[in-house]
């Protein structure tokens, strides 16, 4: 539909879209609010539960587009890309958002690519100026705000998590619901073997609400447990300075900054990082900041809210057993 923000589905590959929708189709809405059109939800899945479409509308999805097939399980960016681009070419929407997620990131451009659309990745605000998408995004290590604007449609924008307001749940709301014909095209590569990660238990790093992070402070792989302790008293996920993963103490997937992930968390909490820019440039935009390191001048203070001057290895401990009682209470 012309005129229509689609809004691509991040889900748990089991039928539930991830909370980071509220904040995409939370913004799809507002600024459909002020162009007129409509939030559209896109999803492909392999397995579209009711209560999933329910959510989508409930976040603000006036209609939803469901493209059901069971080789849609996991994500292919040669098989996901041409089946978005034909509803695209089909349906001609203004808009189509997009989370910041590893697999959205590369999607979207792919998308983009074949649309001869322009996209405005990672963006942190998104505006309306004489009717049309004007998107803020930080460049140069955040040192630095662009502002892109379109020459045509579609628009297409990521949308870095926990920056955009979420839409508030509108209980009852019950979207259309679309099923056009999934014709899956043919191919390039064959999926062999799907290796689940083991669950850790506590949230993934883009999506948390509250990140301890570490880095070559810690001295050594066996020294994370701490960190993990604290995360598990507090619900945050963990992270890790580039130092920290170069050392081979974490994988590359929990690298924060510049080469790793952008994270914009209500709460970071940073332990032995000195708070190098290309580190800054991944959590710079966390509500509030908090770091501990034993070294008074390290650059991680000049951005820091909360600082203590000390030796992570007591202050941790400490911070665990006080977080656990307050917490308990
Ligand atoms: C192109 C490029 C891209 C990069 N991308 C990234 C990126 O994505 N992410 C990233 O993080 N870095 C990145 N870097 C590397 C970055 O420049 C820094 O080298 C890195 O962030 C340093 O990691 P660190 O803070 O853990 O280590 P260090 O800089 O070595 O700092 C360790 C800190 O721990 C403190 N400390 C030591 N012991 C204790 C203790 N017991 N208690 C408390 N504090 C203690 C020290 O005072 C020090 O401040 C990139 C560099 C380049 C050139």
Aim: neutral net charge; hydrophobic residues 45%.
């Amino acid at each position: 539909m012309p005129g229509a923000f689609w809004c691509i589905v991040e889900d748990d590959r089991q039928g539930n879209p991830k909370k980071v929708m509220a904040e995409v189709l939370g913004e799809a809405a507002r600024l459909t609010g002020q162009a007129g059109g409509q939030a559209e939800a896109v999803w492909l899945t392999d397995k579209a539960t009711p209560e999933g479409v329910k959510q989508l509308g409930e976040f603000g999805a006036k209609r939803v587009w469901v493209l059901e097939n069971a080789a849609l399980a996991t994500y292919r960016g040669e098989v996901w890309t041409p089946l978005l681009a034909d509803l695209a070419a089909k349906e001609s929407p203004q808009a189509i958002l997009a989370p910041v997620t590893t697999r959205q990131r590369e999607l979207m451009a792919r998308l983009a690519a074949r649309l001869g659309a322009g996209l405005s990745a990672d963006s942190t605000a998104l505006a309306l100026e004489e009717g049309k998408l004007v998107a803020t995004r930080p460049v140069y290590a955040g040192k630095l705000l662009s502002k892109v604007t379109w020459s045509k449609t579609p628009w297409l924008v990521t949308l870095r998590p926990n920056v955009f307001r979420p839409a508030e749940p509108q209980a009852g709301a019950s979207p259309q619901v679309e099923k056009p014909a999934v014709s899956m095209p043919t191919e390039a590569m064959k999926l062999v073997e799907r290796k689940e990660e083991a669950a850790t238990g506590l949230p993934e790093l883009a999506e948390a609400e509250i990140v301890v992070s570490g880095g070559r402070g810690l001295k050594g792989p066996e020294n994370f447990v701490i960190l993990e302790d604290l995360a598990k008293v507090v619900g945050a996920a963990v992270g890790a300075s580039r130092a920290a993963v170069d050392a081979g103490w974490r994988p590359h997937r929990f690298q924060i900054g510049q080469t790793g992930r952008t994270i914009s968390p209500k709460l970071y909490m940073g332990f032995g990082i000195s708070g190098a820019i290309q580190h800054l440039a991944g959590m710079r935009t966390s509500k509030v900041i908090c770091a501990v390191n034993k070294d008074p001048e390290a650059p991680i203070f000049k951005i820091a809210d909360y600082g203590i001057v000390g030796d992570l290895f007591e202050v941790v401990p400490l911070l665990t057993a006080e977080f656990k009682k307050l917490l308990e209470k």
